[in-house]
């Protein structure tokens, strides 16, 4: 597929994506092409309401489902714009710690990030929230995955209080990773999804342990490789919101659907 | 209801160019591309055919057919038919009235 496609929204590519690719594989775009292509990317994301609604369901992989359970799954979006919200606040907050005054003791220097603390546990308390969704979105049959989400939304806003409490980061992370990896083993999570999160999760941690050996003691120093795991961490905001927003069709009365958890027909 | 083409903003010339290429049958979108540049010597491009067919699909005045490998053909409307007579109508009445009028100050 052409790399200008995948700027279509998920759902128009499910509907058309074959039919352009076909198209453009028989008539290369050139310049113009490409830049009418691109343009077409923009209209589709700001007119979604025109793809058929039956093919946005197919594209995310969910059947029709009741009207109660629909419901429940639109309150699950909302809590994703939380999530979203997250992200801004979870670097927002290690900006301002980083720039923190330089505080002198007896082992040195350090930055008094004390500002930022509070943009940092309400980014993780609203990455629990957008957790949260996920627990209502994902089956109860994905028993790992709800383990490991609510072990990061234990942990996730409490290591917010102390962010020097490293266990407590680790087991935030370990929660998520495992959430994100039993959500795609269990059909709920496309493998991009939960490689967005667990890649950019393991990177992130392998910065702060290398950063920590490699700058044992030197407080200063080591922000700046601590701050480049703090960006890696990001997506888990991002992707969790995002997983969040597609919602099936609503079930038509008589259609078999049950408001069960399991929407999902296709990975 | 005939709502005509106005309603698709900067897509009314593409939408009015693909009615006319389906009026003698079902097409793919590269014949539908193919034959517009043939008729109007513009190039229609992917994203400009693909919004267009979105929007007349959308609004019932074409029909996606069954699809033979990866090539879709799609298909005019009653209502599809209907709207492009009436824009043609439109469009022939303001050509004879453009024309006369054009005619009367040139003699």
Excluded: C
């Amino acid at each position: 597929m052409s790399g200008l496609l995948r700027l279509y929204p998920r759902a128009w590519r499910a509907r058309y994506g074959a039919e352009l690719d076909e198209l453009v594989a028989h008539r290369p775009l050139g310049i113009s092409g490409s830049i009418d292509l691109f343009r077409g990317a923009l209209d589709a994301h700001r007119h979604p309401e025109l793809v058929d609604p039956a093919a946005v369901d197919r594209a995310a992989g969910l059947a029709a489902v009741s009207p109660e359970r629909y419901e429940d799954l639109r309150v699950a979006r909302r809590l994703g714009l939380a999530s979203w919200l997250g992200a801004v606040l979870w670097i927002a907050g290690w900006v301002i710690a980083a720039n923190g005054p330089i505080v002198i003791d007896g082992d040195g220097g350090y930055r008094d990030g004390g500002a930022g603390l509070p943009f940092v546990l309400l980014a993780m308390a609203l990455l629990a929230v957008g957790l949260i969704g996920q627990m209502i979105r994902i089956p109860n049959r994905a028993r790992v995955a709800r383990v490991g989400a609510l072990v990061a939304i234990v942990a996730g806003p409490v290591w917010g209080l102390g962010p020097w409490v490293l266990p407590l980061g680790i087991a935030a992370l370990a929660g998520i990773v495992v959430f994100a990896l039993s959500a795609w083993r269990a059909g709920q999570w496309g493998v991009g999804a939960a490689l967005a999160i667990v890649g950019p999760t393991l990177g992130g941690a392998a910065i702060i342990g290398w950063a920590l050996t490699a700058y044992d003691g030197d407080r200063l120093s080591v922000l700046n490789p601590m701050l480049l795991a703090v960006v890696a961490f990001t997506p888990i905001w991002l992707v969790v919101g995002a997983t969040l927003q597609s919602l099936p069709a609503l079930a038509e009365p008589g259609d078999g659907a049950d408001g069960m958890v399991g929407e999902v027909v296709s990975a | 209801m005939n709502r005509g083409l106005t309603e698709f903003g900067r897509f009314a010339e593409p939408t009015l160019y693909i009615l006319v290429s389906l009026s003698d049958g079902p097409k793919h979108g590269y014949a539908m591309m193919t034959d517009v540049e043939a008729v109007t010597g513009e190039p229609l491009g992917p994203g400009t055919l693909y919004g267009a067919l979105a929007r007349l699909e959308r609004r019932g005045m074409i029909e996606a057919l069954e699809p033979e490998n990866r090539r879709r053909p799609y298909k005019l409307t009653a209502l599809g038919a209907t709207t492009l007579r009436t824009q043609l109508e439109g469009l022939a009445g303001f050509t004879r009235l453009g024309l006369a009028r054009l005619g009367g100050s040139a003699g």
